[in-house]
């Protein structure tokens, strides 16, 4: 196969470690007291997890979930400075919300109440052991109904390092669409760094829509990081819409090559770097100093729910910890693979201090 990614001797040899923010000249902000590491927002919803089919009945287990939240708590577990905000109704699974985020030592005096609108629901349906369905229950809710204003005002009370970004909050409704595009206005006002994760949820917007805001915002992203499937649509052309058509490598050659002719154009356009999530193939980062592989972690699965949003914390941590792109994707499928080996969204997120209990031999006790 052509093109291949460097192994991970190849870039550590002799090389020097590039400062975050580097390729895209834009330097990472320095940490200051009372000013986030980062900042995140979306809907975060009450989430009820069943141990079979719906029909049928049973118990379910009551939690929360929502990307962007994952992202934030996946992030405090490891000692970093998180913002939250978003939207959550006037009622006891909003309270749940707030309760847990604050609990996790994420930051959320940002967030709004809403007294007109519910919290959002989320339904898991475990179907088959590597097959669980997922269902919504937001539209109207509290956090479709985000608004510019309070991201205005969370962003601006204290500017982060780092903006995060979905593409999941621009899916829910026009008035969130216009919070996620006044966070990059600030960004780009105060010098976060912007990092998009492209999460397109199919059963919330079409490809069309996706591709036509995701366009939009591709000038002002520093990091993108988007599954293999998902990278054309930040292309023009590649979502279907206007744009010129997207020239991609026949469908015979390998999923690498795909990923690789689109993370360049995407290099070209400005992104800074391209992260691209492998699932059980682990992730490679694509930068103006070439590609870099990293495997996935060898670990028992049981839930794979919240793995892309632990991945990304992950590697969020690590450009903010100064790592370059080997230390980043080192991390980043570290904790995706604590993701993937505990249920939950977000429940089984390591800890700095539990990052290397994946190099213990099977049957260790930690004392």
């Known amino acids: 196969m052509t093109g291949q990614p460097t192994t991970a001797g190849d870039e550590d040899r002799g090389a020097t470690a590039p400062r975050p923010g580097a390729a895209t000249g834009r330097p990472l902000l320095p940490g200051q007291p009372g000013r986030p590491d980062v900042f995140t927002f979306g809907e975060t919803m009450v989430a009820l997890r069943g141990s079979g089919p719906l029909k049928l009945g049973g118990t379910m287990n009551v939690s929360i979930a929502g990307a962007e939240s994952n992202v934030a708590i996946g992030l405090a577990r490891l000692g970093h400075q998180v913002h939250w905000a978003g939207a959550v109704g006037e009622d006891e699974a909003g309270q749940l919300v707030l309760r847990t985020l604050r609990a996790e030592g994420v930051e959320i005096s940002g967030a709004a109440t809403d007294p007109g609108a519910p919290t959002g629901l989320l339904l898991f349906e475990p179907r088959l052991p590597e097959v669980t369905r997922v269902h919504y229950y937001r539209a109207g809710s509290a956090g479709s ?127 800074g770097e391209v992260v691209v999530k492998l699932g059980a193939e682990g992730a490679t980062a694509f930068t103006h100093s070439g590609p870099l592989h990293r495997p996935a972690k060898t670990v028992r699965a049981v839930d794979a729910v919240g793995a892309g949003d632990a991945f990304v914390a992950g590697y969020l941590s690590a450009l903010l910890d100064g790592e370059g792109p080997a230390g980043r994707l080192e991390r980043a499928v570290t904790t995706g693979a604590f993701a993937v080996a505990s249920p939950g969204d977000w429940e089984g997120a390591p800890t700095r201090s539990e990052l290397g209990m994946l190099g213990a031999p099977p049957g260790t006790v930690v004392r």
């Open 145 to 271: 109904r985000l608004t510019a204003e309070v991201i205005q005002r969370a962003f601006s009370s204290a500017p982060p390092r780092v903006l995060h970004l979905t593409g999941i909050t621009p899916s829910l409704s026009p008035t969130a669409r216009s919070a996620a595009r006044c966070a990059l206005q600030l960004a780009r006002k105060h010098g976060s760094l912007v990092c998009l994760d492209v999460n397109f949820r199919a059963r919330l917007w079409t490809a069309e829509e996706a591709a036509e805001v995701l366009r939009e915002w591709i000038p002002a992203v520093d990091v993108l990081i988007a599954s293999d499937d998902e990278l054309p649509l930040c292309l023009p052309g590649g979502g279907c819409g206007e744009g010129p058509p997207l020239s991609l490598p026949p469908q015979e050659v390998a999923a690498y090559d795909a990923a690789a002719t689109v993370a360049a154009l995407l290099l070209d356009q400005g992104v």
